[in-house]
């Protein structure tokens, strides 16, 4: 915005005499800073609560697009918050009293399945010894015996597993998998919040390019604020004064139509000329070197419309 480019005659001044010359003037117009605001995504304009020409706060609404989607996506994101809550809360907590009694229960009835199984084993082998029962008999026994041995093993481990609790590494997934859901949830919230074109400074509210219905296209500007309450003169300084001025110098400002003349505050001015050559100049070429700057005007000029031609006093 701040590199334009040089508007030549309407811009220079004849500065001859230039060492001489203390009461030089710098030429330019009235702006604003335009502050675009842009849709984040392609949806249709729902409502438009302010009219064009309007004086807005930062925080007022512009423009507000159908959120219909973006809310479903938002419960969508609420819902998964709630259930990676359930799921760590669950294995915080651990297993419930009915389930670690249940599976003392199994772990006594396979117990008592060892014990039973033992003693038929010890009956068979003490007949096999006898040759009263075949050997296929005292296999089949042994093989009962280290079964119920087995179910006894898993029972105690499936014990285990319900009184030590959830190990270290599925509690941090389980907190991870929280963390991912809460930052989806935040992101479509944003979203949410996106379709809410609000004034991000005060200022006059210059142009609304979408019609109430339409479906804007997504990165497509949908209001223009003129921020600021009143206009700066954007201006370019000739050469020879660029050293006498600093920021937050006051300098007197002369609009077009406007009588009186104000007081204004240099608020920046260019460390680089607008046009800098490779070579050394002379007087007459320095002269030509144009620095832009910004001088604000008080509060009270805020109805001065931006386009007027400036020309401002060089100290």
Same mark, same amino acid.
């Given at each position: 915005m701040r590199h334009l480019p040089i508007l030549l005659s309407l811009l220079m001044l004849p500065l001859s005499g230039c060492e001489g010359d203390s009461h030089g003037v710098a030429l330019g117009t009235l702006e604003r800073d335009r502050?675009?605001?842009?849709?984040?995504?392609?949806? %249709?304009?729902?409502a438009l609560p302010? +009219? &064009?020409?309007?004086? %807005?706060?930062?925080? #007022?609404?512009? %423009?507000?697009?159908?959120?219909?989607?973006?809310?479903?996506?938002?419960?969508?994101a609420a819902a998964e918050v709630?259930?990676?809550?359930?799921?760590l809360a669950k294995l915080r907590h651990g297993a419930r009293p009915e389930e670690v009694a249940a599976g003392r229960a199994r772990v006594a009835g396979a117990q008592a399945a060892l014990v039973e199984s033992e003693a038929s084993y010890t009956r068979i082998r003490n007949l096999a010894d006898q040759r009263a029962v075949s050997q296929a008999d005292l296999d089949k026994a042994r093989a009962s015996r280290d079964a119920n041995q087995a179910a006894l093993l898993s029972a105690e481990e499936d014990l285990a597993v319900l009184t030590n609790g959830a190990r270290a590494e599925d509690l941090e997934a389980a907190q991870a998998a929280l963390d991912a859901a809460l930052a989806t949830q935040a992101l479509e919230n944003k979203r949410l919040a996106d379709l809410r074109v609000t004034a991000t400074r005060s200022g006059l509210?210059?142009?609304? &390019?979408?019609?109430?219905? +339409? !479906? %804007?296209?997504?990165g497509s500007p949908v209001a223009i604020v003129l921020a600021g309450k009143a206009p700066f003169a954007r201006i370019y300084v000739p050469e020879p004064y660029r050293a006498r001025l600093h920021p937050g110098d006051q300098?007197?400002?002369?609009? #077009?139509?406007? #009588?009186?003349?104000?007081?204004? !505050?240099? !608020?920046?001015?260019?460390?680089? &000329?607008?046009?800098? &050559?490779?070579?050394a100049l002379n007087q007459e070429e320095r002269a030509r070197l144009m620095y832009l700057a910004e001088v604000q005007l008080p509060d009270s000029q805020a109805s001065l419309p931006i386009g007027i031609p400036v020309q401002v006093d060089m100290p």
């Open positions: 502050i675009a605001h842009v849709a984040t995504s392609s949806e %249709v304009v729902v302010v +009219e &064009p020409g309007s004086e %807005v706060k930062a925080g #007022d609404l512009l %423009v507000q697009l159908d959120d219909t989607l973006q809310q479903a996506q938002l419960d969508k709630a259930q990676a809550k359930a799921s509210l210059d142009t609304l &390019p979408w019609n109430l219905g +339409e !479906r %804007v296209t997504a300098l007197t400002v002369h609009v #077009d139509g406007i #009588d009186d003349s104000f007081s204004g !505050r240099l !608020r920046w001015i260019s460390t680089e &000329p607008a046009f800098t &050559p490779y070579y």
